[in-house]
């Protein structure tokens, strides 16, 4: 069991296993630990497709019994952070403030935990509207932090007064135990679990077993790697390291929304909030065909959108006057540097992602840096002044069509695909993230140490009065260094996070398909030939399979608790509309700058890809048939 080690057998309270925190992990324990930054909370909004006839589904005892069975299957949900008993003389050198298990963190995974519901894990409360759930949850992220080293995920459940078929859960989960994809993975197999009731569990693999498929991202690399000698994994480790730094120490400039940034922001807890804005089942599906048109994923698109959509909320303030002259001199020159996350699971070890890893509970993610050249101004160069006339303006700013004509916004998405080719074949490529993620470790544990050191010093602990002995904001030329946002786009959710429950058995992401998913992992899957299994998914695709649905997900809403200063975008599909989010820290941003903002980033999104450009057709073959793209050679589908 790599990783592992088990540290006791008690014969009634069972088997005890712990392992130390990879740098990924620790980052994040050192991230949340003043404030809960990166925490995530995971609102579904469910209801009872047949009423009344199945109001045992959500009963207090199901919701128990579905989430203990799920733990089970996804253990390290729920293990606790601790040091060892070897690392007491290390916790007693430690700064005051800083909690003893930080000397030397491990998970430890206790079966005991597994099988029982611990203080707070669930909390059941009732509410009289869907709009107070949203406010309790702003609540939850505003207070102390829900969540610690004892208990890494909970699940809250909201009872609406007077409506028994609608249930709203929202799940918060530490990110030291998981990511975007893991968070929505034990969401599914919960909501599966939940729909079907009194029937019997899936048979599940044994604990051993599956806290091996959490183990260490650094012994989840490919057999490649990990069948080099030590000699030349040392090498290639410290070649990486130079690489790094070279490439961090050529990181400056860049600009984003207008805020309000001072010294000590760093040092005071963010404000979570999050916008979303929606574009329609209709409006998705002609972004996507338009994205296969023009050989272009949405991936690469996306940071170009939101770079024009930014544009055009800047170029508002200059022409109303209130951005400076010396200011928009600035800016218009300055790169547009996004930093993102990525879905690492791909690149590890073949058989480890077959066997379950696609959706494994543990966080398996890189960072993608991106560069996009200065502000794109296009034909106004000149034509429009602050106060002037200003003719052919489109809701006070230049359209889109002057800004970035969609050439050039094909081009640009280009830059990003480029970009993004370099990294992921890059022969360092592993090396890379895992030195990353050291240098993160490390930026996140200065920062916590500084943070706690400042919050020792005052008498009463209120570090939120911090910010009151530098009232004056810095300027957006103040800073060396600025990111313009971080984002990410998932994807389409639907493939690893249906909407309608219990899965039939014909569904690959049923726990009694004998189909292979890699976000499928912790059941036994009976052979094909079982009486009580599928030869295939025929009847899912023919659509005769006949299961009935007795939970729907009305809908999906993704939250984040950001850190101090964060501005984020996401993109993710479900149910065939696209959702694109803005997760932000309000003590910077003012809510009504980022609602402007997803707005045009909507507003980009359709322009140039929800219509067509005849004056850009794709380009033509020798048979006078659209050339193909790698990705449509191959069959393949243009993803989001």
């Known amino acids: 069991m790599p990783g592992w080690t088990l540290l006791d ?60 069975s799920t733990k089970r299957q996804y253990p390290l949900v729920g293990a606790t952070i601790q040091a060892p008993p070897s690392a007491a003389s290390s916790a007693a050198n430690l700064q005051a403030g800083v909690p003893a298990f930080l000397s030397e963190p491990h998970f430890v995974v206790r079966e005991r935990d597994l099988a029982v519901l611990r203080p707070r894990e669930i909390v059941f409360a009732h509410v009289a509207s869907p709009e107070e759930v949203d406010t309790r949850v702003h609540e939850i992220l505003d207070g102390p932090r829900p969540l610690s080293q004892d208990l890494l995920t909970q699940l809250y459940v909201f009872r609406e007064t007077g409506n028994d078929n609608i249930l709203q859960l929202m799940t918060l989960t530490a990110h030291c135990v998981g990511d975007l994809t893991a968070i929505n993975v034990f969401a599914r197999c919960f909501l599966d679990r939940l729909a079907r009731g009194g029937e019997p569990e899936p048979a599940q693999i044994p604990l051993e077993e599956r806290l091996a498929m959490a183990s260490l991202l650094t012994e989840r690399e490919p057999i490649q790697l990990r069948s080099l000698s030590p000699a030349r994994r040392r090498w290639r480790k410290a070649v990486a390291s130079v690489i790094l730094q070279s490439r961090i120490g050529k990181i400056q400039g860049g600009h984003t929304l207008p805020c309000r940034i001072t010294p000590s922001t760093s040092f005071v807890a963010a404000r979570p909030r999050s916008g979303r804005v929606s574009i329609t089942p209709e409006e998705t599906a002609a972004v996507l065909a338009n994205c296969r048109r023009h050989k272009v994923t949405f991936k690469n698109a996306y940071l170009a959108l939101a770079q024009v959509a930014m544009t055009r909320l800047l170029f508002r303030r200059y022409l109303r006057g209130d951005i400076s002259e010396e200011e928009w001199a600035y800016r218009k020159k300055e790169p547009h540097i996004t930093a993102g996350p990525f879905n690492l699971r791909p690149y590890l070890d073949k058989a480890w992602f077959e066997q379950g890893g696609g959706g494994e509970s543990t966080p398996s993610i890189g960072t993608f840096f991106c560069w996009l050249p200065f502000m794109p101004l296009g034909k106004t160069e000149g034509r429009y002044q602050p106060h002037g006339q200003n003719i052919g303006l489109s809701d006070g700013a230049p359209p889109f069509s002057e800004l970035l004509s969609f050439g050039q916004f094909l081009h640009r998405a280009g830059l990003v695909k480029r970009q993004a080719t370099r990294v992921f074949r890059h022969p360092l490529f592993l090396e890379l993230i895992h030195a990353w993620n050291v240098v993160v470790e490390m930026l996140f544990r200065q920062t916590t140490l500084e943070r706690l050191e400042r919050i020792e010093a005052l008498k009463d602990g209120q570090y939120e009065d911090l910010d009151e002995s530098d009232p004056e904001a810095l300027e957006v030329t103040d800073m060396p260094v600025m990111l313009a946002h971080g984002g990410s786009n998932f994807g389409n959710l639907d493939e690893i996070m249906p909407l309608e429950y219990p899965l039939p058995p014909t569904h690959p992401l049923s726990p009694f398909s004998s189909i292979p998913h890699p976000s499928k992992a912790g059941c036994i899957t009976l052979p094909p030939s079982s009486s009580s299994q599928p030869a295939s998914a025929a009847s899912v695709i023919s659509g005769t399979d006949t299961t009935a649905s007795t939970i729907v997900v009305q809908d999906i809403k993704l939250n984040l608790h950001t850190r101090p200063a964060e501005l984020y975008i996401l993109a993710w599909s479900t149910g065939g509309r696209m959702d694109i989010y803005c997760f932000y820290d309000n003590n910077v941003f003012e809510a009504s700058v980022v609602e402007e903002w997803l707005n045009e980033i909507k507003g980009a999104v359709l322009w140039y890809l929800g219509r067509p450009h005849e004056s850009h057709q794709p380009r033509k073959n020798g048979s006078g048939k659209a050339e193909a793209g790698p990705r449509q050679r191959q069959g393949g589908q243009a993803k989001l």
Request: a negative charge.
């Open 9 to 68: 057998n008690h014969p009634s309270e069972g088997r005890t296993f712990y392992r130390p925190l990879g740098a990924l992990e620790s980052s994040f324990i050192w991230g949340s630990l003043c404030d809960g930054a990166s925490d995530s909370p995971l609102q579904l909004d469910l209801r009872l497709s047949s009423g009344a006839k199945d109001a045992q589904l959500f009963s207090d005892a199901n919701i128990i019994k579905a989430w203990l």
